[in-house]
């Protein structure tokens, strides 16, 4: 008996020193928590739901118009909406999303999936032949933002798992995984139906990518961004499975295209960085531009930014834009394998393209009335002598609009010495009681 005694006190003891009092037991392993689960965890603070809305007038024919001035009043407008999603990139707010979702709308407002708070936003660039749109969310100065990480361009692997996160049917923030089946697909019958993409190398996956997804992310188990969901492949028989995201090297390109012009938010800079180039990489620089007066060439790689690394073009604009036109921009730049440092200040570029710059290319003086700008004087010796008349009208060159003196002043700066230009221009004739429209071009040489 005290043999059994003993052997029971001794199993007791180790089991008691297993658990002392006043220490909790070990959180045990969750096993559910797995890659795609923490990857989940990172991004969704990052993804919006995207909502879009425009006015449009109820009944619009020449009639009801008609009756609405006879009997005083007017219908109500009545709210187009579409949906989408989109993906935080910047701690300032700004959002990656789809052309086609904000394209043409009078409002948008994001509306972030793990919060449920809503903001409105502002279209900051469009990139209709990626179908990449960038937004700014309207917020409280200092407002930060948590934003995904990009990956890199060349950091695919086929058949790695890969998330898709957005807004489905507009039925709220939802993940779906799959695999990433092509780097490089040449996609043909994709939506939105009627859209020309120059996007021959789509990422395909098989994870759902349904309508209200387009403009979310895809990411990898790092939670790295890889794509933009953008469409479904969808034939007779209905969805089969198969979605596209435009690559990451595709949306860096749009980026660099849309935000690296060579002016920025009414700063005239004066050079444009190579599309989808890390570092940033200088592609062309402009004539007699801040840029080019600096020092800056193309082929400069740009190192930092006021001592502040360049980042990507997002945060290199920030910078060019915050220091504005009245302080120096000191860039660390590479060339040819050597650092140097130049030192620029941006332009007000209305007051750089402005009406006198116009006369002094092509001898014409013009004011900006509505739909164009109208020709008050013609130099007698200028090109444009014999060739506009005081009265017309310049609503466009080569082809393209320019109905303000900023556009007009701007395409003219691109031009050299002795380039001939095609101005479209309107006359009006007055016939007795009757004017006449009269529509044409006129080719003058600029100086």
């Not at 407002?109 to 900051?124: C, W």
């Not at 690559?247 to 690296?260: F, G, K, Y």
């Not at 750089?352 to 004011?367: K, Q």
């Not at 007795?432 to 080719?443: A, M």
């Amino acid at each position: 008996m005290k043999a059994i005694l003993a052997m029971a006190v001794v199993a007791i003891v180790p089991a008691m020193a297993a658990d002392p009092v006043g220490e909790a037991p070990p959180v045990p392993f969750d096993v559910r928590r797995d890659a795609s689960v923490l990857a989940v965890e990172q991004v969704l603070p990052a993804v919006v739901n995207v909502s879009a809305r425009k006015w449009e007038e109820h009944g619009g024919d020449e009639f009801q118009r008609l009756i609405e001035e006879f009997y005083g009043y007017r219908q109500q407008r009545r709210a187009q909406f579409s949906r989408g999603s989109g993906v935080v990139i910047d701690p300032e707010g700004y959002v990656l999303t789809n052309v086609h979702v904000v394209a043409d709308v009078d409002d948008i407002t994001v509306q972030f999936i793990d919060s449920n708070e809503s903001l409105p936003a502002e279209r900051v660039a469009l990139s209709a032949s990626k179908d990449i749109a960038l937004l700014r969310i309207k917020a409280p100065a200092g407002r930060r933002f948590k934003a995904v990480r990009f990956a890199r361009e060349d950091d695919l692997l086929l058949g790695e798992t890969v998330l898709a996160l957005g807004n489905p049917f507009g039925l709220g923030g939802s993940v779906s995984r799959g695999i990433l089946s092509s780097k490089s697909r040449r996609a043909a019958g994709t939506v939105p139906e009627g859209a020309r993409l120059e996007v021959q190398d789509w990422l395909q996956t098989d994870a759902a990518i349904n309508p209200g997804n387009s403009g979310g992310p895809l990411v990898n188990l790092r939670g790295e961004l890889i794509g933009i969901n953008v469409a479904v492949l969808r034939t007779d028989l209905g969805a089969q499975g198969i979605g596209f995201a435009v690559p990451i090297q595709r949306v860096d390109e749009a980026l660099a295209e849309a935000l690296t012009g060579e002016s920025i938010q009414g700063l005239w800079f004066g050079a444009r960085l190579q599309p989808g180039m890390r570092p940033l990489t200088v592609k062309s620089v402009q004539d007699g531009s801040p840029a080019h007066q600096a020092g800056l060439r193309s082929g400069d790689v740009v190192l930092e930014v006021n001592g502040r690394p360049a980042g990507n073009v997002i945060e290199f604009n920030r910078s060019l834009v915050a220091a504005g036109a009245k302080r120096d921009i000191r860039l660390l730049v590479r060339r040819d394998g050597a650092s140097r440092v130049l030192s620029l200040r941006l332009a007000d570029e209305r007051r750089v393209f402005d009406a006198g710059y116009i006369r002094g290319r092509i001898g014409a003086t013009v004011e900006a009335v509505d739909g164009g700008l109208a020709v008050s004087a013609v130099d007698a010796d200028g090109p444009s002598a014999r060739r506009l008349g005081e009265g017309m009208f310049i609503v466009g060159i080569d082809g393209q609009a320019a109905t303000d003196v900023l556009s007009l002043a701007k395409a003219l700066h691109g031009k050299a010495k002795g380039t001939p230009v095609v101005l479209d221009v309107v006359a009006f004739e007055r016939r007795g009681f009757l004017t006449r429209r009269r529509e044409g071009t006129v080719t003058v040489k600029v100086r």
